[in-house]
């Protein structure tokens, strides 16, 4: 598949990204986000207590690393706009039923939008089987 191939492919898709936090996760966010401005939604799934606390850990592990500054000087001062348009913070994890999401209404909507899912989710567990 050609380069430009995948750019179009990603125009106004959903997507749902899981390991996010991660150093692939955020690669692959910004690399999204930079490249391909026209797609149309990204869901990151974020370990966290509830919905206030996977945004504010998507600001701070995430859209506020430098890995950003090309895409935070490219949008100027539409950058957090620009975020909070394209990027839902998903309370979860990729261990539970459902991704963990509990919200039926959310969990209807992501049905219903997403079309792609990208899995960077990985264990932290370093003494695992």
């Known amino acids: 598949m050609e380069f430009e191939t995948i750019l179009g492919y990603l125009e106004n898709k959903t997507i749902l990204i ?3 936090t991660g ?25 966290a207590s509830g919905a206030n606390s996977a945004t504010q850990r998507m600001h701070n592990e995430i859209t506020g690393k430098e890995l ?13 706009s620009f975020i909070s348009e394209k990027v839902v913070a998903l309370s ?3 261990t539970f039923e459902d991704l963990g999401v509990k919200a039926s209404k ?17 264990i932290t567990k370093l003494n695992e089987r």
Do not use: H, W
Request: aromatic residues 6%; proline residues 2%.
């Open 92 to 94: 979860g994890d990729v």
């Open 68 to 80: 950003f500054k090309v895409l935070r000087k490219e949008c100027g001062a539409n950058f957090d």
């Open 23 to 47: 150093f692939v996760g955020k690669v692959l966010v910004e690399k999204i986000l930079r490249v391909q401005p026209d797609v149309k939604k990204l869901y990151l799934l974020i370990r």
């Open 18 to 20: 899981t390991g996010a």
């Open 106 to 122: 959310l969990k209807e909507e992501m049905c219903n939008e997403i079309q792609i899912i990208l899995n960077s989710a990985a």
